[in-house]
């Protein structure tokens, strides 16, 4: 890259996020460095019918708690896997927990984050068959072995408890 573009703004300087996150774990005082998250026998498979036929579920990392953005976030339960009625859709959902750009944008717009009025619009429409009538909420965790052996299992089982053919992930 030549020292004019290292300048101008507007071109964007490679950021190793592995070495950042090995850096970060190490500052923290773990031993072992950062380990990215692995997964070769996914439980993904192609869809046994059309979308339009498909129910679908969403899922946030997002809480399903009505709580004022300056809440303590030591106060907050513990994270842990959950369903919740979509019927009313919730107003707003507690996300000042999760990692995200504070300073450049906000989550007051439910939509902006979690699209389930555009989901129920897809329904209308015919391209989607419905919407769970429940969505989903996982903790965000830096334990693999946790994610691996509790909250996917519980996401999977209440999942097919609704019968949702299809997930949609929507993390922070």
């Known amino acids: 890259m030549g020292d004019q573009q290292q300048s101008d703004p507007a ?9 950042k996150s090995r850096e970060f774990y190490s500052a923290q005082g773990y031993e072992r460095p950062y380990s ?18 498909s129910r679908i579920g969403l899922v946030t990392t997002a809480v399903n708690l009505d709580l004022p953005d300056d ?14 009625s979509l019927d009313p859709v ?6 000042q927990n999760r990692s995200w750009d504070k300073d450049a ?6 939509d902006s984050f979690f699209p389930i009025h555009h989901l129920q619009a897809e329904v209308e429409a015919g391209r989607l ?13 830096y334990s693999q ?3 691996n052996q509790a909250d996917a299992p519980k996401l ?7 019968g949702v053919d299809v997930a949609m992930l929507v993390p922070l």
Not at 129 to 141: A, D, H, I, N, Q
Not at 156 to 162: A, S
């Open 11 to 19: 071109y964007r300087v490679f950021v190793s996020y592995i070495d």
């Open 36 to 53: 990215w998250a692995r997964n070769d026998e996914s439980p993904f498979t192609p869809l046994s019918k059309p979308l339009s036929e």
């Open 71 to 84: 809440t303590d976030q030591e106060a907050l339960p513990i994270a842990s896997t959950f369903a919740a």
């Open 90 to 95: 919730p107003e707003r959902l507690f996300t």
């Open 105 to 110: 944008t906000h989550t007051n717009d439910l």
């Open 129 to 141: 068959g419905s919407v769970s009538p429940r969505f989903y909420g996982v903790p965000t965790e």
């Open 145 to 147: 072995r946790r994610t």
């Open 156 to 162: 999977l089982e209440l999942m097919r408890e609704d």
